[in-house]
């Protein structure tokens, strides 16, 4: 019996899924392309896909789904997947339910007005608020000074929902390693990242130390959103505050933001992104045999792919390997490109008794030489 985390090919979005062997199921974001549903691509039709996976296993929810936040590539026609509870016009035969919501306080509180933000976010902030309000079926990461007012305004005081709220730097109640064989350590958001900040979309996204315990030994999958290289430096500084560095290390990084230069720079660079002190050190702490994920559209190193202006960079991806190297470390890969660029598939990695392994994607007899799984934790 194994772990898995699987990534999900939908271009530049992030849509994953760790299922526990204990058949306990965490979806993180849904980025759905309606294109894909008369078979254009190459992205995959990602409602059909997890559909299907459901529907193999006898259930129709998930144990967690996590909105890493509320761009539209992390909640991309989601209201029509799911069930809501907020009203009985997002409930009905076929919509798949949630057992608990994650979000960022962010999510909760955001207001802009109705050109600013997209129709499916209000939608999905109404939904967070529903469940807080109810008191259940929500788990709402950080507690600005923000959120008290909010609880307050709304007849709630922040003691009577204290247990539905994980602050950075805390383990979320609801997996327990010992059990489960997982467990997950918020890294982000701080409470400055709501209550100070401009950005309540990027910089106050969620951020996740994913611990896997096997034999006795535990792996890393470090789950990113997008998120900015200062982001990543007041993580790195806390966590050194509070001697938690190995929450740092990883076997498998989920990279940030679509490979995009500004995860690790101000500065794209001409040949390759050199980055910041923050992001560099989280780099380092790749173990032996680790994999980078960049759940993004190809990279191609072509003079316009060293010219776009939107991610994935190229620049990015040449920092990532040369770090990768240092670590020696196993593989970059790229959602859209496995195995090939034209009809890529989930990849999907196993966690068990021999540490992290990538098990599904044509990977070529090049690849199988350097992809291994990571070694024992110890």
């Known amino acids: 019996m194994a772990h898995r985390i699987i990534f999900y090919p939908i271009g530049n979005g992030d849509t994953s899924q760790v299922v526990l062997e204990n058949g306990k199921r965490i979806l993180m974001d849904y980025r759905h392309l309606k ?19 459901l529907k193999d296993v006898g259930r129709d929810y998930y144990d967690v789904v996590a909105f890493t936040h509320g761009d539209k590539d992390h909640i991309e026609n ?45 939608i999905w902030r109404q939904e967070a608020r529903h469940r807080l309000k109810e008191g259940e ?62 950005d309540l979309r990027n910089d106050a996204s969620l951020i996740f130390n994913v611990r896997f315990r096997k034999n006795g030994n535990d792996y890393d999958y470090l789950a990113v959103g997008d998120s900015t290289w200062s982001v990543l430096e007041d993580i790195v500084e806390t966590t050194r505050a509070h001697g938690n560095m190995d929450r740092l ?8 933001h679509h490979c995009s230069y500004k995860a690790l720079s101000d500065e794209k660079g001409e040949y390759e992104t050199e980055p910041e002190a923050g992001a560099k050190e989280i780099l380092l702490a790749g173990k032996e045999g680790g994999y980078l994920v960049s759940s993004s559209d190809p990279i191609l ?78």
Request: proline share 6%; with cysteine.
């Open 35 to 53: 294109k894909t549903e008369d078979g254009s691509g190459p992205e995959i039709n990602l409602k059909a896909r997890l559909k299907q996976e």
């Open 78 to 122: 989601s209201t029509e997947f799911f069930e809501l509870l907020h009203a009985a016009k997002y409930q009905g035969e076929g919509r798949i339910k949630i057992r608990t919501l994650w979000v960022p306080a962010a999510m909760v509180l955001e207001t802009a007005t109705n050109d600013e933000q997209s129709s499916e976010f209000v």
């Open 137 to 198: 079926g929500i788990r709402v990461f950080s507690k600005p000074e923000k959120l008290k007012d909010w609880l307050e305004k709304n007849g709630m005081t922040l003691a009577s929902r204290r247990h539905l709220i994980t602050d950075a730097g805390q383990v979320a109640p609801d997996f327990d390693i010992a059990t489960d064989g997982v467990e997950f350590f918020c890294h982000s958001p701080f409470i400055k990242h709501v209550d100070e900040g401009d």
């Open 249 to 256: 290390a990883w076997d498998l990084y989920n990279i940030p």
């Open 301 to 378: 190193d072509t003079k316009e792919g060293r010219e776009q202006i939107q991610p994935p960079h190229l620049q990015a991806k040449k920092c990532y390997q040369r770090y990768l190297r240092q670590v020696d470390g196993a593989k970059f890969l790229v959602t859209m490109e496995e195995p090939n660029a034209t009809r890529p598939e989930p990849l999907e990695f196993t966690v068990d008794a021999h540490g992290v392994s990538l098990s599904r994607a044509a990977i070529s007899a090049a690849s199988i030489i350097t992809s291994r799984p990571a070694p024992r934790a110890g």
